[in-house]
C-alpha cells in the first residue's frame, strides 16, 4: 500500500466530493438517504483510492453501480469491464501455497508418530472444519470473496483492513475537527480544526 497520509487525503478529497455530488442530486434527504450517501461515498471513495488494484475494490464499486440509484456516485469510478481481471498468481503465492502444504505434511507426520491414528483423523477433521467456518465467514465479509482462493484471500483481507483503518481514522478527525469548529467559532476554530484533518 502507498504512503498512509497521501491515501488518507486522496480519500478525503474524494469522499467529499462523492457527497457534494450526491446532495446536489438529492435535495431533501431522509436521515436513512443521508447515512446511505455517506457510507456509500466513503466506501467508493476508499475502493478508488486502490486505483481497482485491488479485488475487494473492484468488487465494492461493481456491487455499488448495480444500484441505479447510486449513478452519480459510481460514473466516475466505475470498472472498465464488466468482469474485474483475475490476478496472475506470482511465484511468491506459489512459495507460500507449498511452503504451507510442506509444513501441514511435517506437522501430520509427526502427529501420527506421537498420538494414535484415531486421535490424529478427529483432530484434523475438527481443525479442517474450523478453517472451513472461518474462511467461509471472512469471505462473505471481504467484497468479491467468494471468487477467492485462500492466499488471495489473506492478501486481499489484509490490505481492505489497511483501508478501512485509514478511513475510520479520516473520519475520526473530521469529527474532532467539526466539533472544534462548533465548539468556538468565535475563536477562528476553522484555523484550530485544520491540523485534526491532516
Not at 25 to 53: C, F, P
Not at 81 to 96: D, L, N
Not at 139 to 165: F, H, W
Request: with cysteine; aromatic share 4%; hydrophobic share 35%.
Amino acid at each position: 500500500m502507498r504512503n498512509i497520509n497521501s491515501v488518507k487525503q486522496e480519500f478525503l478529497k474524494k469522499w467529499i466530493w462523492g457527497l457534494r455530488k450526491y446532495s446536489s442530486q438529492k435535495k431533501n434527504m431522509s436521515l436513512m438517504e443521508r447515512k446511505k450517501a455517506i457510507k456509500l461515498s466513503a466506501d467508493l471513495a476508499m475502493a478508488s483510492t486502490r486505483n481497482k488494484s485491488t479485488r475487494w475494490s473492484r468488487a465494492l464499486i461493481a456491487n455499488a453501480s448495480r444500484d441505479g440509484n447510486n449513478k452519480v456516485l459510481t460514473e466516475h469510478v466505475s470498472p472498465s469491464s464488466s468482469s474485474p481481471p483475475q490476478r496472475p498468481a506470482t511465484r511468491k503465492s506459489f512459495r507460500r501455497i507449498r511452503s504451507c502444504r510442506n509444513m501441514l505434511i511435517r506437522r501430520n507426520r509427526a502427529a501420527v508418530h506421537c498420538r494414535t491414528k484415531d486421535r490424529v483423523v478427529a483432530a484434523s477433521f475438527v481443525a479442517k472444519r474450523l478453517v472451513q467456518k472461518r474462511t467461509r465467514r471472512l469471505k462473505s465479509l471481504l467484497p468479491g470473496g467468494e471468487s477467492m482462493d485462500a492466499v488471495s484471500l489473506v492478501e486481499e483481507t489484509l490490505d481492505y483492513i489497511q483501508s478501512l483503518r485509514a478511513q475510520v481514522e479520516v473520519m475520526r478527525r473530521l469529527v474532532t475537527a467539526s466539533e472544534i469548529m462548533i465548539l468556538n467559532p468565535s475563536r477562528g476554530g476553522e484555523k484550530e480544526a485544520l491540523p485534526y484533518i491532516r
